[in-house]
């Protein structure tokens, strides 16, 4: 069964720091690149970062740029999102998200997401 499992959200004040982990099982980790992405209430999905297979391409939303670190450890079948500086815009939930080239069409497993609340 292919799951994505999210961590680390919660409540923090503006200026802080979280850091996210998304646990991947059922399926190989390696291939897939990973992303995250966040949806504000009443906003559309976004996303935020995304790592490709082995880490040598690495893309950010460009108002996270400078604040927000993606990185895998594929033999833990993990990715992370340090989050640091965090600003009321911030908040939202946070979804985990594993993507390939199938045989026949894309493969995109989701998580159920994580809450992140920046508010003083």
């Known amino acids: 069964q292919v799951q994505l499992v999210e961590s680390g959200g919660g409540l923090v004040q503006p200026g802080g720091s979280l850091t996210l982990a998304c646990a991947a099982s059922?399926?190989?980790?390696?291939?897939?690149?990973m992303r995250w992405y966040r949806q504000a209430p009443g906003k559309e999905r976004e996303l935020v970062a995304g790592i490709t297979r082995a880490g040598f391409s690495i893309i950010y939303q460009d108002s996270v740029k400078g604040r927000f670190t993606i990185s895998r450890d594929n033999d833990k079948n993990t990715v992370y999102l340090q989050m640091n500086s965090l600003q009321p815009d911030d908040t939202a939930v946070y979804y985990c998200n594993a993507v390939a080239a199938g045989p026949s069409r894309p493969l995109d497993y989701w998580g159920q997401g994580t809450q992140v609340t920046v508010s003083s």
């Open positions: 059922g399926f190989t980790f390696s291939p897939y690149t």
